[in-house]
Structures are given as C-alpha cells and as structure tokens.
C-alpha cells in the first residue's frame, strides 16, 4: 500500500510517501494511524494528535473509522488551509 | 468524510438558505435542476499559472439565461509587509477531483448555469490571487449562495496547504486551520 504525506506531516515523517505492507491487525485508518506513531521519533512527532489528522483513500476523504481493505493509496495530511 | 464536527442546529439554520432558492415543495436540497444539470459549464482547474478572471467570468456571463454572475477572488495579503510569499502545497492527484465534486454538489443545491473554480499552487506574492470562484444564474440568490458555499468547501476539503515565507528570509509557519472556516462549513452542512 502506498503511503503519502503533505504539509507537516510530510515534514516531520521527514518522506513525502512510501510503500507499506500492514502487520496483520491494522484494518481500519485509526488502526493506521497509531501503527505509523508507533514506528519511529519522526513517526510520533508526525502523528503525535491522530485525531486532528485528516486522511483520504484513494482521492477521498475518510473518517478514521473506514477500513482500509483494498486501498491502493492512503494519504494523511494536516486539516486543510487552502483558499 | 473528514468535516463531520458540524453542529446539525448550526446546518439546519443555514439550511433555510438554499431552501429559498428551490421550488416550493421539493427538498430542500433539490434545486429543482435535474433537467438543467447536463448543461450547466463547469470550469474548474488547479495550476501555478495567474488567473484570468475577466476571461473566466466572461465565459460564465455569455449566455441570455444569465441574471447574475458572482464571483469571489482570494488573494495573498502581505500580513503588515512581513510576508515575501505564501506557499501552496496541494494533493495533485486529489485537489481537481475533490474541487469538481464539490462544484457538482453546488450545482445539485442551486440552479446554477456556470460554475468555475480555479485554485493556484506553488510560490503567490502578496497582491497576487490564490483562488477563484464564480457562478452564474438566472437570479442573484443561487449565485450568492452557490459561490458561499464553494469558497467555504475549497477552503476546509480541499487537499491545499498554506506556509508562510517572510521578507527576512526565514520559512515560517504552516498556516493553522481555524475553527471560523470549519464552522462556515458547517452551516451547510455536509458535503
């Protein structure tokens, strides 16, 4: 699955995306989020509020409770500010 | 979808607003434009470039239909003189998709006949435009509202993020989200 990262998020994960196999037992996006906060300094500084984190599959925003079987790309990113 | 914090009394007050617009009788959310939806001209775009917004608009006021043409520019401020030039960063994959659907769902609301939504990314110095909305109907209430209501969704759902470069030469801070533009979502209610 591929990760991407912008803003922040990307600045702290210090990548702006990558390719992941998840562990057995991250099914959903909220699952995601802490696995990812889990696995670095730069992973937790990235993620260390998951729930202002905003993310979207595949092009579409989604709450932290989709599933995330069968997404090609899964990106997480600050709430925007754009306009 | 990522916007759900909204209070459903603030909605249902705003609510009222697009039910003005539709014929008496229908739900509120149908404007009443299943017919006219094929026709209605969408331009929307994502791009570095600077934003003709005579051509735009110009485009959108060209047909007899049209009574009203409202359109919204954003620009970079200079915040005091401190500012040299804002950054945007966007999803480039997402940022068009997400921006089309939200001008679909505007052309669901209201009967619209144009709609154009144009967001720049990369390096805007202060006094140059950032966006661009406009929308066209027969009255001025659709147009009002329709362009609200795009201006409102492009800035908390559509994947583009603002940091600041100072005349000093410093890169600043990601500009924070502020819960004014969630709650001006919300008063629509969902996407």
Redesign the interface.
Same mark, same amino acid.
């Given at each position: 699955m591929k990760l991407?990262y912008?803003?922040?998020v990307r600045e702290r994960i210090g990548l702006a995306e990558e390719e992941v196999a998840l562990p057995a037992g991250v099914v959903t996006v909220g699952d995601l989020l802490l696995w990812l906060k889990g696995r670095g300094e730069t992973y937790d500084a990235a993620l260390q509020a998951p729930e202002i984190i905003?993310?979207?599959i595949d &092009?579409? &925003?989604?709450?932290h409770s989709e599933p995330l079987a069968g997404a090609k790309?899964v990106?997480i990113?600050?709430?925007?500010?754009?306009? | 979808m990522a916007d759900t914090r909204n209070s459903a009394d603030l909605a249902a007050t705003m609510y009222d607003g697009a039910r003005e617009t539709s014929p008496a009788g229908k739900a509120p959310f149908d404007s009443g434009a299943d017919t006219q939806r094929s026709e209605i001209a969408f331009d929307i775009r994502v791009q570095a470039e600077s934003i003709d917004a005579r051509a735009v608009t110009a485009a959108l006021s060209g047909s007899g239909a049209v009574g009203a043409l409202v359109t919204f520019t954003g620009y970079c401020r200079d915040e005091g003189g401190r500012l040299k030039a804002l950054e945007l960063e966007h999803y480039p994959g997402m940022a068009q998709k997400q921006i089309e659907k939200i001008a679909r769902e505007a052309a669901s609301r209201w009967p619209l006949i144009g709609v154009a939504a144009i967001h720049r990314y990369g390096l805007i110095a202060p006094s140059e435009e950032i966006v661009l909305v406009a929308c066209s109907s027969a009255h001025r209430g659709a147009a009002f509202e329709a362009a609200s209501f795009l201006m409102d969704f492009m800035k908390t759902s559509a994947p583009f993020w603002k940091r600041e470069h100072l005349k000093d030469g410093t890169v600043g801070g990601w500009v924070e989200a502020k819960d004014t533009d969630d709650a001006a979502t919300g008063r629509w209610h969902q996407l």
């Open positions: 991407a912008f803003a922040w905003r993310v979207a &092009h579409e &925003h989604v709450d790309e990106a990113f600050p709430p925007m500010t754009g306009g | -």
